[in-house]
């Protein structure tokens, strides 16, 4: 077999088995690799993991549009279960000819330090443990994608409630709130036995591979090499120290205007400013139009490139029954495009949650001008980094006539926004404090002890809400956290990634053209470079500096006081 026998497309895959794709990395372990051919083997390999990839985001992206098709899921899980988890460690066989060639070039440096790695920690005992993890991740979302409630007399998915939790009533609120609770607390056995068995397989990984514990095999495996779980625990310190009492003067705040005794968790999405909530679009088309006109504003390339994505039907932004809940952008290395899935229900946050998947989005365009998969594709910090920055640098372009709002709604977007970047920096920290709580802990296997440990580190950060006797439903809120079953330890990236966001976003202030020109340039770097030369090259500084962290949180606060100012009643 030879470069030319690869398929023309990913479709040649979409019903193959292992045995199907097998041969294709046969031929890259017995093909002739020297100094005279690295390059095009290379290149073979590479184009390869292209095909692979795309045909197993396209299973993915097919059964989390329709969890309940059994078909598509049975494609999903071929994939998940039995092509990838045999395809990374014939990948690790290879990376193995790679590293003992000795070649190497700068723009491979990080390439193969990711290699080495791959290699040190591949045991083929784990194949079969990640298999069932997977087998697992899809049941997850089946019970979870398959939630509804009745309000009113009709059958929702449980993200078309999140426009009542914005209610002027605070009686439909809280129906609202405990609706959408309920199905995680009657789910919360099944939930909990699905962990149990995941938290098993990952621990029994991580000691095959020599490790103590999922936390610390976890940092090798996400190719962690710039940061410590020592770094973890001072991003969480500084957190606590700098943005959970900044959070708590934002509730303090809403609690008076909206005259209360105490807040309760059903009192913290609506606005406390108007009587009805922001409604930016009303129908998906009109959500699509605009936030082309909002990117085109930021910088006409990442309009073209967003409407390709709509020419392309490369968007799926609605709510509906059986959708996996949540959203993300995921990679097709093939064609060089990426997909936006959400769940769209005509709020702000459907807004912003739109401009944080485009980022990705605008990532992936970006860097697939690095001609080999593995250097367009950066860790997790960098690619959070693309889409908390675009949250922040196209929000001056969401006012009218391109965007969404009039000149005063676009305040009230931006308050809500700027509060959000707050209230999830103490979030971020508590669920990754949590996750190392579970994983490092002698009680991590015990459900009731994970459920108290949440309920222990949630109130260290999180202060200002009353949640008396609504402890089950407080529980709940972990059990939702999709990250912490599907994608563990996927979640301190945010943090880091918004205290990289809010530094390009201070640069915006003084120069709005060089920041968003310096967020694209840093983009096109892919994975050729360290993540702190990523930062650098964004006009940001990779970091967990508490004092850092403290003049950042002064910013958004002195930005949330002047907007504030603005608006009707004023700084009250």
């Given at each position: 077999m030879t470069t030319s026998a690869l398929p023309a497309s990913p479709a040649a895959f979409v019903k193959a088995t292992w045995e199907d794709v097998d041969p294709y990395y046969a031929d890259l372990v017995e093909r002739p690799l020297d100094a005279t051919t690295v390059d095009e083997w290379l290149r073979a390999w590479s184009r390869l993991e292209e095909l692979v990839t795309e045909a197993a985001a396209q299973a993915m992206i097919a059964y989390t549009i329709e969890t309940s098709d059994s078909e598509k899921e049975k494609d999903h899980l071929r994939?998940?279960?039995?092509?990838?988890?045999?395809?990374?460690?014939?990948?690790?066989?290879?990376?193995?000819?790679?590293?003992?060639?000795?070649?190497?070039?700068?723009?491979?440096?990080?390439?193969?330090?990711?290699?080495?790695?791959?290699?040190?920690?591949?045991?083929?005992?784990?194949?079969?443990?990640?298999s069932e993890i997977e087998e697992l991740s899809a049941r997850y979302q089946r019970i979870t994608?398959?939630?509804?409630v009745e309000w009113e007399g009709v059958e929702r998915p449980l993200p078309q409630l999140q426009p009542f939790l914005k209610s002027a009533d605070r009686e439909v609120r809280e129906r609202a709130f405990r609706a959408v609770t309920q199905p995680y607390i009657e789910e919360r056995g099944a939930l909990a036995g699905l962990f149990d068995r995941m938290f098993e397989l990952r621990q029994r990984a991580a000691r095959n591979a020599g490790f103590a514990n999922y936390r610390d095999y976890v940092f090798p495996a996400k190719y962690r090499f710039d940061y410590t779980p020592a770094d973890c625990e001072r991003f969480h310190e500084a957190v606590e120290r700098a943005a959970t009492p900044a959070v708590a003067r934002v509730l303090e705040h809403r609690r008076r205007r909206l005259r209360l005794d105490v807040l309760r968790p059903w009192d913290l999405a609506v606005d406390p400013d108007r009587d009805?909530?922001?409604?930016?679009?009303?129908?998906?088309?009109?959500?699509?139009?605009?936030?082309?006109?909002?990117?085109?504003?930021?910088?006409?390339?990442?309009?073209?490139?967003?409407?390709?994505?709509?020419?392309?039907?490369?968007?799926?932004?609605?709510?509906?029954?059986?959708?996996?809940?949540?959203?993300?952008?995921?990679?097709?290395?093939?064609?060089?495009?990426?997909?936006?899935?959400?769940?769209?229900?005509?709020?702000?946050?459907?807004?912003?949650?739109?401009?944080?998947?485009?980022?990705?989005?605008?990532?992936?365009?970006?860097?697939?001008?690095?001609?080999?998969?593995?250097?367009r594709h950066p860790g997790s910090e960098a690619a959070e980094l693309a889409s908390m920055s675009m949250e922040l640098l196209a929000s001056p372009h969401l006012a009218q006539p391109t965007g969404y709002f009039t000149p005063e709604d676009h305040r009230g977007a931006w308050l809500e926004h700027l509060e959000d970047v707050l209230l999830s920096l103490v979030h971020i920290a508590s669920v990754d404090a949590f996750q190392t709580w579970i994983y490092t802990s002698s009680d991590g296997a015990d459900a009731a002890a994970r459920d108290d440990a949440w309920?222990?580190?949630?109130?260290?950060?999180?202060?200002?809400?009353?949640?008396?006797g609504l402890e089950r439903e407080r529980?709940?809120?972990?059990?939702?956290?999709?990250?912490?079953?599907?994608?563990?330890?996927?979640?301190?990236?945010?943090?880091?990634?918004?205290?990289?966001?809010?530094?390009?976003?201070?640069?915006?202030?003084?120069?709005?053209?060089?920041?968003?020109?310096?967020?694209?340039?840093?983009?096109?770097?892919?994975?050729?470079?360290?993540?702190?030369?990523?930062?650098?090259?964004?006009?940001a500084r990779l970091s967990f500096d508490a004092t850092l962290i403290g003049e950042l949180v002064e910013l958004v606060e002195a930005e949330i006081a002047r907007i504030r100012a603005q608006l009707p009643g004023g700084s009250e």
């Amino acid at each position: 077999m030879t470069t030319s026998a690869l398929p023309a497309s990913p479709a040649a895959f979409v019903k193959a088995t292992w045995e199907d794709v097998d041969p294709y990395y046969a031929d890259l372990v017995e093909r002739p690799l020297d100094a005279t051919t690295v390059d095009e083997w290379l290149r073979a390999w590479s184009r390869l993991e292209e095909l692979v990839t795309e045909a197993a985001a396209q299973a993915m992206i097919a059964y989390t549009i329709e969890t309940s098709d059994s078909e598509k899921e049975k494609d999903h899980l071929r994939f998940s279960t039995e092509i990838l988890p045999k395809a990374e460690e014939r990948s690790v066989e290879l990376a193995r000819r790679f590293v003992a060639l000795g070649h190497s070039t700068p723009e491979l440096a990080t390439t193969l330090a990711r290699f080495r790695t791959s290699i040190e920690i591949f045991r083929e005992a784990n194949v079969p443990l990640f298999s069932e993890i997977e087998e697992l991740s899809a049941r997850y979302q089946r019970i979870t994608g398959s939630m509804t409630v009745e309000w009113e007399g009709v059958e929702r998915p449980l993200p078309q409630l999140q426009p009542f939790l914005k209610s002027a009533d605070r009686e439909v609120r809280e129906r609202a709130f405990r609706a959408v609770t309920q199905p995680y607390i009657e789910e919360r056995g099944a939930l909990a036995g699905l962990f149990d068995r995941m938290f098993e397989l990952r621990q029994r990984a991580a000691r095959n591979a020599g490790f103590a514990n999922y936390r610390d095999y976890v940092f090798p495996a996400k190719y962690r090499f710039d940061y410590t779980p020592a770094d973890c625990e001072r991003f969480h310190e500084a957190v606590e120290r700098a943005a959970t009492p900044a959070v708590a003067r934002v509730l303090e705040h809403r609690r008076r205007r909206l005259r209360l005794d105490v807040l309760r968790p059903w009192d913290l999405a609506v606005d406390p400013d108007r009587d009805a909530p922001l409604r930016p679009f009303q129908t998906v088309d009109e959500f699509v139009g605009k936030a082309r006109g909002v990117f085109t504003r930021v910088d006409p390339a990442l309009g073209d490139q967003f409407q390709t994505m709509i020419d392309e039907r490369l968007l799926d932004l609605d709510s509906r029954k059986g959708k996996a809940p949540g959203g993300y952008c995921e990679t097709l290395h093939f064609r060089g495009r990426p997909f936006i899935f959400m769940n769209a229900v005509g709020l702000v946050d459907d807004v912003m949650t739109l401009l944080h998947e485009a980022g990705h989005a605008f990532h992936a365009f970006a860097s697939h001008r690095q001609p080999l998969i593995w250097q367009r594709h950066p860790g997790s910090e960098a690619a959070e980094l693309a889409s908390m920055s675009m949250e922040l640098l196209a929000s001056p372009h969401l006012a009218q006539p391109t965007g969404y709002f009039t000149p005063e709604d676009h305040r009230g977007a931006w308050l809500e926004h700027l509060e959000d970047v707050l209230l999830s920096l103490v979030h971020i920290a508590s669920v990754d404090a949590f996750q190392t709580w579970i994983y490092t802990s002698s009680d991590g296997a015990d459900a009731a002890a994970r459920d108290d440990a949440w309920l222990r580190i949630r109130s260290r950060f999180e202060r200002g809400v009353d949640w008396s006797g609504l402890e089950r439903e407080r529980v709940a809120r972990w059990y939702r956290q999709l990250h912490i079953f599907m994608y563990p330890f996927y979640y301190i990236e945010y943090g880091i990634a918004q205290i990289g966001a809010l530094q390009i976003w201070r640069n915006s202030l003084s120069d709005p053209v060089g920041a968003v020109a310096r967020y694209r340039e840093a983009l096109a770097i892919g994975a050729v470079r360290s993540l702190p030369e990523m930062y650098r090259a964004a006009g940001a500084r990779l970091s967990f500096d508490a004092t850092l962290i403290g003049e950042l949180v002064e910013l958004v606060e002195a930005e949330i006081a002047r907007i504030r100012a603005q608006l009707p009643g004023g700084s009250e």
